[in-house]
């Protein structure tokens, strides 16, 4: 069973939005740090932002700030990333992932996650 589910990719012209969701199934990392990630073809993978487990923490990287928000719900096991403006560039697989070796602070770097989705994809059209 995979331990976490991506949804909310597909296809959006420039300019356009989307809402992906990341939900647990089975076990929820409500005390552990989550994270969105993407990876490009040819790319190494990538943090885009990173949330701690009640949700007042964030981190935005430079690859989207401005342009994303995440978000998580403790009580849906789900862990959302707004992506605003998209530009063709934005196109690769989006990960969601938790750091379960950390309780109640923060995590920045992908390295650090352990428990990992399949990923969404998400293209972007000029």
């Known amino acids: 069973q995979v331990p976490l589910v991506e949804s909310g990719g597909g296809l959006v012209q420039a300019g356009g939005s989307l809402r992906l969701s990341c939900t647990a199934r089975?076990?929820?990392?409500?005390?552990?740090?989550m994270g969105w990630f993407r990876q490009a073809p040819g790319k190494e993978r990538e943090v885009i932002a990173t949330?701690?487990?009640?949700?007042?923490?964030?981190y935005y990287s430079d690859s989207m700030k401005g342009r994303s928000t995440i978000s998580r719900d403790n009580a849906k096991a789900s862990v959302y990333l707004q992506m605003n403006s998209l530009k063709p560039e934005d196109t690769a697989v989006y990960y969601c992932a938790a750091d379960t070796r950390t309780e109640n602070g923060m995590t920045y770097v992908a390295s650090e996650f352990d428990i990992w989705g399949q990923g969404t994809q998400v293209t972007v059209s000029s």
């Open positions: 089975g076990r929820f990392f409500s005390n552990n740090p």
């Open positions: 949330i701690n487990g009640n949700g007042g923490s964030t």
